[in-house]
Structures are given as structure tokens and as C-alpha cells.
């Protein structure tokens, strides 16, 4: 049955394009053939016409050989003998045809011509003068075809572009601008991910597995009266996995996968985004069952009228949302048609969207853990040439917040790095520079810095190791380094707690470290600089986070403004007073004040082992944890 459609399929698209060329080339055909008559004629007499001058013509005329002269447009004239005049000598080689002129001449102003032919008559008898007529020889074909070859050019200007130029649109022609051309995956031709090339989405992954399997094996659930859902919609961060996973399904499933973007329905006319999602659905119900896979969904499935103080009501995109609701559940069913949707807002979603009956199941796909990580390294590996240095398991611990597309870069990044030192495996040495590059960026080491702001970053830098080692211990430490790497002079590099739940002391805690390399600059230099700009960021938001979202303040206590809604988003005003406001903002000045000035007196207290961290790093510029536990004379018991 499938070899039967797919045979159908390819009949009506050579009909179609059979169609279009034979209505292209009937139109040749009649241009053609109007052009040949039209000119045919005046080619045949131009060929056997010859071309006089005014000298000749003057003879003639003086000798009475000429029967009448034709004016044709005031620009030629076409002299007519006398049929007993053309055996004369003089006119060797003239067409004998008395419906044809013998000779044609070129006029250069009408006047002249009417004065130089008076001249040649003036003494010639009044019988035996030349009849002269003058025509105008209006070209009717030239007036249409002018009339006529703009709109043929308009034409085909529409055609082209409505059906994407050469840019393998989908055809459509003149009257496909308001389709859709999604990409057709039928049989996994071009498709050749599956579900064993996605790592670390096991739950995610058995959801739409299901999907696949009911298209597969629809019996084993309709026996039991279950029904397929309509619509599966993959929500998570960027480079989760929501478009990896959706090819796996195209490459799993056996049959045809619809894909294409949400943008793709955004256009400056007003209709037609409904008009193809119409089209859209009308292709899936013929090819049913199928699956549609719409990516960035947000581009057309924005709640409606959220935002309109700032950008105003969008009537295109509301009548394009409007019209996806009316098709994936309408007053007509569409069985057999599967909705597949990806977003990073699932927050800025239309309710009416995300109701059962549309999109029945929502996947939420976070950033993977240690376990998770492990797996997607494994898969990403798999093609690299590594040796025996590589632990899968270290660099999923050395990698904490990295979603399955940073993974997939490191893993090249550091292919790219080995390759650039013209190595034939990829080691751990490799894999650490580019986790380096990519957290950090760029090394610079050609970077003019003073041996004063050396010490100043270096003391700096040492404050947060020293930090770490003092409130979580010396295991969180992976590296410190002063060499300037991206927008950075320098970076203590640690491994941070995966934790669900942060208790107040862990937040604070977090604080104290990001504040630390200020407090030790002010400890051992008894100034401070502008190095800890990046930090004093980063602690105002989270004491902000503190007080505003996780009601942990000591006068906002169980208090949060939090919107998971993504409503007050473009709001102007804040969903709270200007008093609220001033007690938030005196509430996290007193929490940040406190946790510095406790790093202080803590870093004060351990002064020496400060002062030996940063004399390293002066001397080194990068030390590691093994170089600290020396330093610090720390046993693992301690840690």
C-alpha cells in the first residue's frame, strides 16, 4: 500500500509540473504565431524590394517611368514603375510584381521630401505627374504586445517568488503563495537519527516513543478504547534536545513527518499565515496518518492579547493562532494527524493551546544531571578517536549546567583543539582546554597587564579558592587561574553542588565566595578595585532572589513575587508597592553588607594561607586542587 501511494504521489506531481509546461508552451505557441504573421509579409517584400536613392528616383520621375509613390509613416517611400518601363536597362534586377514596389527610399523630413519631389515635376504636364499617397501604417500587434508584456512580466515575478525562486520551495506556482511547504520525511529517506542517538531524555523519550508505537501498532490501544493524543509539545531550555528528539521520531517513525517552523506562518499579509495552516493540514489529512512537527511554536501560539500596551493587537498572528486551534480541534476532526510542537516559553503560551484536546501531553525537558551527562558524552564520543586518558565519568562531574548542545560542542571543540596540534588521538588534556574555552572563552596571554593588577587579580582570584576551601571545603575546587581568558583577568574554577533544594546557609554561602575576591584584595591590600564587578553582579541577584522570589528575608518572609506565568512580564508597573520596594532594597543591602563583612573577618582570620594561595598564582599563574591541598597541608579527612 505504501509503494502504491508513493507511486500516486509521484504521478500528480509530474502531472502537475506535465500541466504547467504544456500551458507554458501553448502560450509560446500563440505568441509565436502572431509574431510569424504578422511579420511575414513584411519580411517577403523586404527581400525582394530594392533600396533607391533620391538621385535614381529624381531620373525616373523626370522620365516618366514612375506610376505613384506610397509615403508610409512620413519616414519611407515606396516607388511603384510603370509595368512597360521594366524592361528598360537601367532597372536590371527590379521585381517584375506590380503589387510590390520596386524600390523603397528612406525620407529624412517629409518637407524636404514634398519640395525636392515638387522640383522634379515643375516642368512636367500636369497629366504626367506622379500620384503621391500618403499612409499611416499604424502596427495594431506592436500596441497590444506593449499592452500586454508587462503583465506577462508581473506574471511571472509573482510566480517565481511565491514559489520561493530556486530555493526548493514547493511548488505552488503563481497561486501558492498562501501555502505551506513543509519538509516531507516519508520513510526516513533523509532521515537517519533514532532513538538510540538520544542520550539522557529517558522519560521524554518514552512519551513520544509511545507516540511512534501507536502509529505503528494502533490496534493494541484502540482495542482498549484509549485514544491518541492530538498534540505532544516539548518545552525546556535551549539545546535540551526538543528538535533532536523530534528527528528521532522522524527517523523512527514509519510514517510521513511534516517539519517546518513557526515563523514560517508569520507574513505582512493579513490571512495568509490561517490560510497556511489550512493548507498545512489539508497535505497532513491526505497523508494521514502522519506527524506534524511545528518548531519555536511561540512565533505564532503567543497567548493572545498579552503584551498590547506595547506592541499592539497583532490581528495576522491572532488569526493564525486562532485558525491552528480550529484545525487541531475544531468542529471537524483531523484523525490520524499528529501535532508535534518545541518551545523554549512555554510560559507565553495561549491557554486555549494547551488544553487537552490539542496538546494533550507537555515534556518538559530540563538540563541534564551528572547521570544523564554521562550518557549524552558516551553517544558524543562514540565517532572521536580518543586514548586511554579520557574519563566519561570526570568530564560529566566537571561539566554541571550543560545542556545536551554544549556537550556536543565540547566533544568538537576539543576534536578541533587535538587536530590543531596535529595529534592523531584526542586526549584529557584537550577536553580540559576546551571546556576552559568555552567557559571562559578565549586565552589571552599576550594581554598587557601591570605587575601591580597582577597582584591585585591574583590576591583576588585566591580570595575565592580560599573562600571555597573555608565554607564548603577544598572537593569543590577544580582550578584557579590569573591568566585573562574571554572579558576575564582571571577565574577560580569550581565544581558546584547539583541540589534540588538550597538551604538558606547555601545561598549565603554563595555570597560570601562571590564577594571574597573583593574582601581579600581589601585584607592584604587595604584597597579595593573595580576586578569584582562581574561578582557584585552576580551577588545582588542572588540576594534579589533571596528576598524577592524564595521569601527567605527576615521582613519578606514567606513572600514571593515570582511569576512562573510570564503575565507581568511587559508590565509597567511591579507587583508591588514603592514601600514594599524600599524594604526589599534595605533588606538585601543589610544581607550583602553582612556576608561580606563575615568573609572578611574569615579571610582575615586566615591570612597566612591567603597570602600563600596568591604568592602561588604570582608564581604559577594556574594551580589546581592537588597544588592547594599541598600548600594548605589539607588531608582528605578534612575535606
Not at 506610376?67 to 517611400?77: E, H, N, P, Q, S
Not at 493579513?270 to 498545512?280: F, W
Not at 572521536?384 to 550543560?402: N, Q, R, V, Y
Not at 565544581?495 to 554561602?509: A, F, I, K, T, V
Amino acid at each position: 500500500m505504501d509503494e502504491i501511494n508513493e507511486e500516486k504521489n509521484k504521478k500528480d506531481n509530474r502531472n502537475e509540473k506535465t500541466g504547467c509546461t504544456i500551458w507554458g508552451i501553448i502560450l509560446l505557441l500563440i505568441a509565436g504565431f502572431f509574431i510569424f504573421k504578422q511579420y511575414q509579409k513584411y519580411d517577403t517584400n523586404t527581400s525582394k524590394v530594392l533600396e533607391a536613392k533620391w538621385g535614381q528616383v529624381e531620373n525616373a520621375i523626370r522620365a516618366g517611368d514612375v506610376a505613384k509613390i506610397v509615403v508610409l509613416d512620413k519616414k519611407t517611400a515606396d516607388i511603384y514603375l510603370k509595368e512597360e518601363r521594366f524592361k528598360k536597362p537601367e532597372y536590371k534586377g527590379i521585381t517584375e510584381d506590380t503589387a510590390l514596389p520596386q524600390y523603397t527610399m528612406s525620407i529624412g523630413s517629409i518637407d524636404a521630401f514634398v519640395n525636392q519631389l515638387y522640383k522634379a515635376q515643375e516642368d512636367l504636364p500636369l497629366s504626367q505627374q506622379v500620384l503621391v499617397t500618403y499612409i499611416e501604417k499604424s502596427n495594431w500587434f506592436s500596441g497590444i504586445l506593449l499592452w500586454i508584456l508587462p503583465f506577462f512580466f508581473l506574471f511571472f515575478v509573482w510566480s517565481y517568488f511565491s514559489k520561493g525562486g530556486n530555493r526548493g520551495g514547493g511548488g505552488g506556482g503563481f497561486f501558492g503563495f498562501a501555502q505551506s511547504h513543509p519538509a516531507l520525511f516519508e520513510k526516513t529517506k533523509n532521515v537517519h537519527v533514532t532513538f538510540k542517538d538520544v542520550a539522557g531524555l529517558d522519560e521524554a523519550r518514552q512519551e513520544v516513543e509511545e507516540v511512534v508505537d501507536f502509529l505503528k501498532n494502533p490496534t493494541t490501544y484502540t482495542s482498549l478504547g484509549a485514544k491518541i493524543p492530538k498534540g505532544v509539545l516539548l518545552i525546556g531550555a535551549p539545546g535540551t534536545g526538543k528538535t533532536l528528539l523530534a528527528k528521532a521520531v522522524a527517523g523512527e517513525a514509519a510514517v510521513p513527518f511534516f517539519s517546518l517552523s513557526g515563523s514560517e506562518f508569520v507574513e505582512m499579509f493579513v490571512g495568509v499565515g490561517a490560510s497556511r495552516v489550512r493548507d498545512l493540514f489539508k497535505k497532513a489529512k491526505e497523508k494521514a496518518p502522519c506527524i506534524v512537527f511545528i518548531d519555536e511554536i511561540d512565533a505564532i501560539g503567543r497567548s493572545r492579547g498579552k503584551g498590547q500596551n506595547l506592541n499592539g493587537v497583532n490581528d495576522e498572528r491572532e488569526s493564525t493562532l486562532n485558525q491552528l486551534l480550529t484545525e487541531m480541534d475544531g468542529f471537524s476532526t483531523n484523525s490520524g494527524v499528529i501535532v508535534l510542537a518545541a518551545t523554549n516559553r512555554g510560559d507565553i503560551l495561549d491557554p486555549a493551546l494547551l488544553r487537552p484536546g490539542r496538546f494533550d501531553r507537555h515534556i518538559n525537558l530540563e538540563l541534564p544531571d551528572v547521570r544523564e551527562r554521562k550518557e549524552i558524552f558516551g553517544v558524543h564520543i562514540r565517532p572521536i578517536k580518543t586514548d586511554s586518558s579520557i574519563d566519561i565519568t570526570l568530564l560529566a562531574d566537571e561539566t554541571p549546567g550543560f545542556s545536551g548542545a554544549d556537550i556536543t560542542n565540547v566533544c568538537n571543540e576539543a576534536a578541533l583543539i587535538a587536530a590543531r596540534r596535529k595529534k592523531n588521538t584526542v586526549s584529557r588534556e584537550d577536553f580540559t582546554e576546551a571546556l576552559d574555552r568555552i567557559i571562559g572563552g578565549l586565552e589571552k596571554r599576550q594581554k598587557i597587564i601591570t605587575p601591580k593588577e597582577k597582584e591585585t587579580i591574583a590576591y583576588h582570584e585566591a580570595g575565592h579558592a580560599c573562600a571555597t576551601y573555608l565554607l564548603k571545603g577544598l572537593k569543590d575546587i577544580v582550578k584557579v587561574s590569573i591568566i585573562p581568558r574571554g572579558k576575564s583577568l582571571g577565574a577560580a574554577w569550581y565544581r558546584p553542588e547539583e541540589l534540588q533544594l538550597y538551604s538558606m546557609r547555601h545561598l549565603l554561602n554563595d555570597i560570601r565566595i562571590l564577594l571574597a575576591g573583593r574582601a581579600a584584595e581589601d585584607v592584604l591590600l587595604g584597597e579595593i578595585s573595580s576586578g569584582a564587578l562581574d561578582d557584585l553582579e552576580k551577588a545582588t541577584k542572588q540576594a534579589y532572589a533571596i528576598v524577592v522570589y524564595y521569601g527567605l528575608g527576615d521582613k519578606m518572609r514567606n513572600i514571593s513575587y515570582y511569576d512562573s506565568t510570564g503575565n507581568n512580564e511587559n508590565a509597567f508597573q511591579k507587583p508591588y508597592s514603592e514601600e514594599t520596594a524600599r524594604m526589599i532594597d534595605e533588606e538585601v543591602r543589610v544581607l550583602i553588607d553582612k556576608a561580606y563583612t563575615d568573609i572578611k573577618t574569615l579571610l582575615g582570620e586566615n591570612k597566612e594561607d591567603l597570602t600563600k594561595a596568591g604568592k602561588l598564582l604570582l608564581e604559577k599563574e594556574v594551580i589546581y586542587k592537588d597544588d592547594l591541598r599541598k600548600l594548605w597541608n589539607v588531608t582528605e579527612s578534612l575535606e
